[in-house]
């Protein structure tokens, strides 16, 4: 997949069919869009084209917000790939983009550098200043410019609307499988291993110890059933998110056990899926008390991950 961050050097491809979008968490609505573009662009011997943003446009915008992502930009380029797409053009969001005026964005961006002969986008899409575009003004400018539009309807999933705003609700509030659900894989977290305290060890459940990233939503303080993948291969684990209240901790972390693995993971990069949440944080009387809880927790999560794998198959 190629990757054009700045449009100066954009090269324009054949009959490029486009969808828009900050795509945080590329989830089955998202994942929709994109196999309509890969379709259509297989079938006129076109390229699959997604333009995107970075940093999100809140960020921008709205400075004093504390926003959260689902996804870093690697990990949506990545999923774009996977995808089928054939080019990601990635532009950087500023304030002077924020202030382009929807005509002035189909026309300079989507006509002269892009030039689209097809656009797929959701049909809530709004853009340009204040947001003011609307699919109506695309559908309106469109064939003057030479393109046309094709509204997709979003995607529904149990009745409910699949939404990068609901993915995160569920996160925060623990619901990880409904997460999955929505995004159509396990909601990731992906760190470096650190040097922990060696209580795990102590007790006999080592845990490699990832930091929490400040602008990615973290699941509420608990345990959970995971998927650590290491050097591209999957393992079962428990995980755990909290402060540690049984040792009188105070920063919040995330503690992970890996099922029969004995290495030494320090340095090691951890990519983290979340699978089920087992229960909530809890305080121990002491460590013995909590080995005891630990065992019945990974017993929990091994019957959990073994559901789970059966169903996927």
């Known amino acids: ?24 968490g590329v989830h089955l609505g998202h994942q929709a869009l994109l196999k309509e573009i ?19 446009p ?14 870093t930009l690697d990990e949506k380029l990545s999923l774009f790939e996977q995808a089928g797409i054939t080019h990601a053009i990635c532009l950087e969001f500023t304030s002077q983009l924020a202030e382009i005026s929807p005509a002035t964005f189909v026309n300079d961006i989507l006509n002269n550098r892009i030039g689209v002969c097809e656009l797929c986008v959701g049909t809530t899409f709004r853009f340009g200043k204040d947001r003011a575009g609307t699919i109506e003004d695309l559908i309106r400018l469109g064939p003057g410019m030479g393109f046309h539009v094709t509204p997709i309807l979003p995607v529904q999933n149990g009745g409910e609307i699949v939404s990068s ?26 760190g470096v291993v650190q040097k922990g305290e060696q209580n795990g060890v102590a007790m006999g459940y080592p845990t490699a110890n990832l930091p929490l990233p400040a602008d990615r939503v ?96």
């Not at 890969?38 to 999100?56: D, I």
């Open 218 to 313: 973290i699941p509420p303080n608990g345990v959970y059933a995971t998927i650590a993948t290491i050097d591209a291969t999957c393992h079962h684990s428990v995980s755990y998110i909290g402060t540690r209240p049984t040792f009188h901790g105070t920063e919040r972390l995330l503690e992970v056990h890996i099922f029969d693995m004995e290495s030494n993971l320090y340095g090691k990069h951890i990519t983290l899926g979340f699978s089920e949440y087992v229960r909530g944080d809890m305080v121990f009387s002491d460590a013995t008390s909590l080995s005891r809880q630990i065992e019945n927790d990974v017993r929990h999560a091994r019957q959990t991950l073994a559901v789970s794998e059966t169903l996927a198959y």
């Open 1 to 24: 997949m190629k990757v054009t961050k700045d449009l100066e050097r954009l090269s324009r491809g054949d009959s490029p069919i486009v969808t828009i979008g900050n795509f945080d």
């Open 165 to 190: 705003s609901t993915i995160r609700k569920c996160i925060r509030e623990g619901r990880v499988s409904d997460a999955r659900r929505f995004l159509g894989r396990q909601y990731t977290i992906a």
């Open 58 to 71: 809140l960020v921008v915008i709205s400075p004093h917000l504390e926003v959260q992502f689902l996804t």
């Open 38 to 56: 890969v379709t259509k662009a297989q079938g006129v011997g076109g390229e699959s084209v997604v333009l995107t943003f970075h940093p999100h």
